[in-house]
């Protein structure tokens, strides 16, 4: 409901803004009497921000955004501020941005069904191939596959520094949502005894983290050697994790070693026990859920067509007949989408006897995934490409996966996956990843559009409806799993889930836009907006890290209860900042 209501404040807030603006934008220009031509000509030469737009009457914007470079949306496919200020008449813009708003949400349900259904199986069937422990899985593959979304859309908004804003007030926005609201409804809903040392290891690192970022916005600018050492804090971390965890393995090796020439003493589950004591439900739960929607409704000996019909429908009979009418209305808006990524996403999954080996299927992946990853891939610009002007990329490749895709399906049969089956969970990893890289990409386009349309700066856009947008399945899932009696699952997921999003977002955001630019990374500040947001994530972390252990590590309704109320006040006091009420 809450997100609802911002919508609505956000579309009637829009209304009005833009109301107003033009009112005194008309009296400006009639008084002044300047030639717009003129002043655009000027403008481009000074490199003027785009969002300097909704200072110009209405009949002149769509001349401001031709002529202001800044305006140019290099990144994503659909240019949203000449759609808004060119193409649609400035009476409809509040329609426009109610469906903007729809096909944002749309968005946002890409990237959650591409990372759960497809990113994540992917990921912990590579894992597996590998023969990587728990550990190692756990702060490398599991957590980016949890991770994507606020990753790719990270990277994305860092490849200009007017949105490099909305990145850090996305992760930073994630962070305090996750750690206040998140955390907060797991100690209401489940009050337990948190692990000590994995929560003061988790805490201690993610405020080294925060602290570093706060010190790069500060400054303004970061440079490689700083990025690379960013990104080494995480590698740090997750030795600590590795070794943290072979060292209580020992323990209790040890321990029960002396146990079994003592007399026996039933255990119970102290504060110092480690989150490894869990167990996995995370790949549990991926596995299952896959498993409900996609299990084969035939047996193997039906033909091939009717085998890539099953294989193609996303709908379980069974689990249909047993859910609620709210789930199923949200499973036939997702169930196109989930069509079309079956057509182009392969998934194995190591835990079923076939490994999900879908030959025709299969074989139709090879087909149209590499062609998905060359239109998709940095938002189409290969999509048009010819090679010597003559002859398309899209359809070279095409024809490589025709012939790849004739080869696999005579070499093999419907009942038995062959040995190399593994490569196609790199296919679909790097497929799944190209399509939330695009989405993620259109997020930041259109969110950066609504806030010049809205004057609402790029921090405010990501604290608020990017941060939820990514968290709000975080959110769900560490409830649930709270709630099915595992809530130390649930709160180690809260803090170690922000720490690879923030170190490896902004990290790796910074070093592929080095990459490109062979320059060092600029930040604009936000001004006091972004010093509330890192101040009060940071003053959220330093309070949990005194109040959690001078009650015992235990986390009660107390404790939920003032998280809760502490994001109320710091969202009521980012907004009251935004809207001029709160300066310097």
């Known amino acids: 409901m809450a997100f609802k209501q911002f919508l609505w404040l956000l579309l009637f807030g829009g209304q009005w803004a833009i109301t107003s603006s033009q009112l005194q934008n008309q009296s400006e220009f009639k008084s002044a009497g300047l030639s717009s031509n003129l002043t655009f000509v000027k403008m481009a030469a000074k490199t003027v921000e785009c969002d300097l737009v909704m ?52 968005l946002f349900m890409i990237l959650g069904l591409t990372a759960s259904k497809f990113f994540c199986p992917n990921l912990s069937a590579i894992s597996s191939s590998l023969h990587l422990t728990h550990n190692v899985a756990g702060v490398t593959f599991l957590a980016l596959g949890n991770g994507a979304p606020d990753i790719f859309s990270a990277m994305a908004a860092f490849s200009h520094p007017h949105t490099a804003g909305l990145a850090v007030g996305a992760l930073f926005g994630a962070g305090i949502f996750v750690t206040t609201v998140v955390a907060g409804s797991v100690s209401l809903f489940k009050p337990f005894a948190v692990a000590s040392r994995p929560f003061l290891r988790d805490v201690i690192f993610y405020m ?66 480690s989150d490894d004591d869990l167990p996995d439900l995370t790949g549990g739960n991926i596995q299952q859920e896959y498993e409900s929607e996609y299990r084969p409704l035939l ?45 182009c996403v392969p998934v194995v999954d190591p835990d079923k006897e076939d490994r999900n080996w879908r030959r025709p299927l299969n074989c139709l992946q090879l087909m149209i995934a590499p062609v998905v990853c060359v239109l998709a891939f940095q938002s189409g610009q290969y999509g048009s490409y010819m090679i010597q002007e003559q002859f398309p990329l899209w359809l070279l490749i095409l024809l490589l996966g025709f012939f790849l895709a004739a080869i696999v399906f005579c070499t093999t049969t419907n009942d038995h996956p062959p040995k190399y089956h593994a490569l196609f969970a790199l296919l679909g990893f790097v ?76 990290g790796l955001g910074c070093l592929v836009q080095m990459v490109k630019t062979d320059s060092d990374v600029q930040f604009e500040s936000e001004g006091l907006l972004t010093w ?19 009650s015992q590590f235990h ?17 009521t006091i980012a907004l009251f900042t935004e809207f001029g009420t709160i300066h310097t």
């Open 299 to 343: 047996p193997y000996s039906e033909p091939t067509s009717r085998i890539l019909l099953n294989s193609l429908n996303p709908v379980d009979s069974r689990k249909w007949r047993r859910k609620s009418w709210r789930w199923r209305v949200l499973k036939v808006l997702k169930t196109p989408l989930e069509m079309l990524l079956l057509l």
């Open 532 to 550: 509330i947001l890192a101040g009060s994530l940071g003053l959220s972390l330093v309070l949990s890290f005194i109040i959690v252990p001078l």
């Open 431 to 506: 497929v799944s990843a190209v399509v939330i890289s695009a989405a993620a990409s259109e997020v930041v386009s259109l969110l950066h559009m609504l806030g010049v349309v809205l004057s609402l700066s790029n921090t405010v856009l990501g604290l608020t409806l990017l941060a939820w947008g990514n968290s709000i399945g975080d959110c769900f899932s560490d409830i649930t799993i709270a709630q099915q009696g595992y809530p130390r699952m649930a709160i180690s997921a809260c803090f170690g889930g922000i720490i690879f999003n923030m170190l490896i977002g902004v």
């Open 555 to 571: 986390l009660g309704r107390t404790y939920g209860i003032f998280l809760l109320v502490f994001y109320a006040i710091f969202l």
């Open 208 to 273: 080294v983290a925060v602290f570093w970022t706060f010190l790069m916005l500060y400054r303004g600018t970061t440079t490689l050697g700083e990025t690379l050492g960013y990104l080494s804090l995480y590698a740090l971390y997750v030795l600590t994790v590795i070794i943290s965890a072979y060292i209580y393995k020992r323990q209790r090796n040890s321990e029960n070693t002396s146990n079994q020439n003592g007399p026996h003493i039933p255990e119970f589950p102290s504060s110092d026990s």
């Open 55 to 106: 200072n110009h009457t209405s009949a002149d914007r769509c001349n401001f955004v031709k002529n202001t470079p800044d305006c140019d949306m290099e990144d994503g496919f659909i240019n949203y501020l000449r759609i808004v200020f060119c193409l649609l008449p400035p009476d409809l813009t509040p329609f426009t941005i109610t469906l903007c708003s729809i096909w944002l949400l749309f």
